[in-house]
């Protein structure tokens, strides 16, 4: 149970375009999710904090206009990535908390982008 | 949001136990303590979830002494395939709180 269902798991896009990352709670409702960035031989960093039915929080140095994150249902978060360049090639994951439940948090297997 | 310190890697053998401790001492009174394991290109995975004294489940057990300020990840016979990071964070349980991840523990396991 309790699992994360995140799509695609990788994409390349050209510069200057826009790029959408679907995060799913499978089998549990979520009205918060997270998600984060991971560059190579990091540590995952927090962008924001998907709400549903409410707008995202962002964390501090995280462009809100560039990652546009929207919470339609207990079960699905996306995040558009717009207008990507390269420098925004990472892995990015999202994660999930039960509702119900609370903790812990269940993560997404992740999607690595790559913009030319 | 308690902030975590552990090593920054580790090394081990094929069939030993190891053991990764994370110091955590300004948790508070409702914190849970959590670990999460990442392989390369994955999300992390729950691992095990404690608040005092041992919890042991089919793949770690976790020691937490009275004070909470520590927690020690145990991870019996371990094989090659448990090579990757491990995360330790202060949760709050049944909580909703965002998870901020420091550098982990890069645990390499040799032959």
């Known amino acids: 149970g309790a699992v994360v269902s995140q799509h695609p798991s990788w994409v390349i896009c050209k510069s200057g375009t826009s790029v959408k990352i679907e995060c799913r709670s499978l089998?549990?409702?979520?009205?918060?999710m997270f998600w984060y960035r991971q560059f190579p031989k990091q540590s995952l960093m927090l962008m924001a904090t998907s709400n549903e039915g409410s707008k995202a929080t962002y964390e501090q140095g995280v462009e809100k206009d560039k990652f546009l994150i929207n919470h339609a249902s207990l079960t699905l978060s996306t995040l558009t990535v717009t207008s990507a360049h390269p420098e925004d090639s990472s892995f990015y994951i999202c994660?999930?908390?039960?509702?119900?439940?609370?903790?812990?948090?269940?993560f997404g297997n992740g999607t690595r982008l790559t913009v030319t | 949001l308690a902030k975590t310190t552990q090593p920054i890697s580790m090394d081990s053998y094929e069939g030993q136990e190891v053991n990764i401790t994370c110091s955590h001492n300004n948790i508070a009174t409702n914190d849970y303590i959590t670990w999460y394991q990442q392989f390369p290109s994955q999300g992390p995975r729950f691992i095990i979830q404690?608040?005092?004294t041992k919890v042991t489940n089919e793949v770690a057990s976790l020691f937490i002494p009275a004070d909470r300020k520590s927690s020690t990840l145990s991870l019996p016979r371990v094989s090659l395939s448990d090579t990757a990071v491990y995360y330790c964070?202060?949760?709050?349980?049944?909580?909703?709180?965002?998870?901020?991840f420091g550098a982990g523990t890069r645990l390499a396991v040799h032959p």
């Open positions: 089998d549990f409702q979520a009205t918060t």
């Open positions: 964070l202060v949760d709050l349980s049944g909580g909703y709180n965002k998870l901020i």
């Open positions: 404690g608040y005092k």
């Open positions: 994660s999930a908390r039960n509702s119900d439940t609370g903790s812990p948090l269940h």
